[in-house]
C-alpha cells in the first residue's frame, strides 16, 4: 500500500504485466509478470525479484483468507478476519475473488503461481490455492467486516454505560455502552442500544453503581456506528467496573 506516487519499481512492475486467456473462451486467465532484478544503490533494496514478492503475497494473503473462512465457518466470529489484515487481507482483495466467482458467485477459483524457467532451485515449485463455490457467502462476509458494513445475530455485549438518553422520564430510551474487550472481539466498541423502559431502568442502575451491562441481541455495524437491535438482558452482573 503505498499513500502516494508509487516507487518506480512498482509502476515498471505493472507496466510490465501482460493479461491472456489460456484459450479462446476459457474463463482461466493468464497473467505474466517480469521477473528482473533492479540495480539500486539503497542499503535495504530487497534482493528478491519485486514480481516474486507479489506473487507469492498474493497466494499467502488468498491462503490466509482461506483459513480464516473456515474457523468462521464454527462460530461466525469476526475475530478471525481481524487478525489476518497483517497478512495482506482487505476488502479489495475480497472483492477481487467475489468478482471472479461469476456474476451469480457459484463459480470455484484457482490461483497458482508457475516459476520462471530461470527462476533458482528454491523457486522452483508451483504453488496453487483453490476457493470453493460454496466459499463466497463468507468472503463476502468478510468484506462487508472491512468496509464496517456487518451484522452479528445472538451478539453478547457486555460494558459500561457511559451516556443516558431518552425525552421523558418514563418510556423507552438510548443508553450508549462502551465495550469491554473479550476473547470475541478484538476492537472496542461504542455502541448504542435502544431499550424498553424496564431495560432502560437496569442502565440507569449499572450506570449509577458502576456496573457492568450485561446485553444480547443483534450487533449491527454502519461505518462507524455500532448499534444493538432487539436488546434483552443476558446475564446480571453485580461486579464493580475495573477500568
Known amino acids: 500500500m503505498y499513500g502516494g506516487k508509487a516507487p518506480t519499481i512498482v509502476s515498471e512492475y505493472f507496466d510490465g504485466l501482460k493479461l491472456s486467456q489460456t484459450e479462446i473462451g476459457s474463463y482461466v486467465l493468464k497473467v505474466e509478470s517480469p521477473i528482473c532484478f533492479t540495480n539500486s544503490d539503497q542499503e535495504d533494496y530487497c534482493s528478491k525479484p519485486f514480481g516474486r514478492s507479489v506473487s507469492e503475497r498474493v497466494i499467502d494473503s488468498v491462503s490466509k ?7 468462521f465457518k464454527d462460530n461466525n466470529n469476526f475475530m478471525y478476519f481481524e487478525e489476518i489484515i497483517r497478512h495482506g487481507v482487505n476488502a479489495s482483495l475480497c472483492s477481487a475473488i467475489i468478482g471472479l466467482s461469476g456474476s451469480n458467485h457459484t463459480r470455484s477459483i484457482e490461483i497458482s503461481v508457475q516459476p520462471s524457467p530461470y527462476a533458482d532451485t528454491e523457486n522452483l515449485r508451483s504453488k496453487a490455492i483453490k476457493i470453493c463455490a460454496t466459499d463466497i457467502p463468507f468472503i463476502k462476509r468478510a468484506k462487508g467486516y472491512y468496509l464496517n458494513q456487518y451484522t452479528i445475530p ?3 455485549l457486555i460494558g459500561k454505560v457511559i451516556k ?9 430510551g438510548i443508553a450508549t455502552i462502551i465495550e469491554q474487550k473479550n476473547q470475541r472481539n478484538i476492537k472496542r466498541r461504542t455502541v448504542e442500544c435502544l431499550l424498553d423502559e424496564g431495560l432502560y431502568n437496569q442502565a440507569i442502575e449499572a450506570h449509577s453503581k458502576s456496573l457492568r ?6 450487533l449491527v455495524v454502519s461505518g462507524r456506528k455500532s448499534y444493538l437491535t432487539n436488546p434483552r438482558i443476558f446475564k446480571r452482573n453485580i461486579k464493580l467496573l475495573v477500568d
Not at 213 to 218: C, F, N
Open 164 to 172: 443516558l438518553a431518552r425525552e421523558n422520564d418514563i418510556g423507552n
Open 154 to 156: 445472538n451478539y453478547i
Open 213 to 218: 451491562l450485561h446485553l444480547k441481541g443483534v
Open 65 to 71: 483468507l482461506g483459513q480464516a473462512v473456515n474457523l
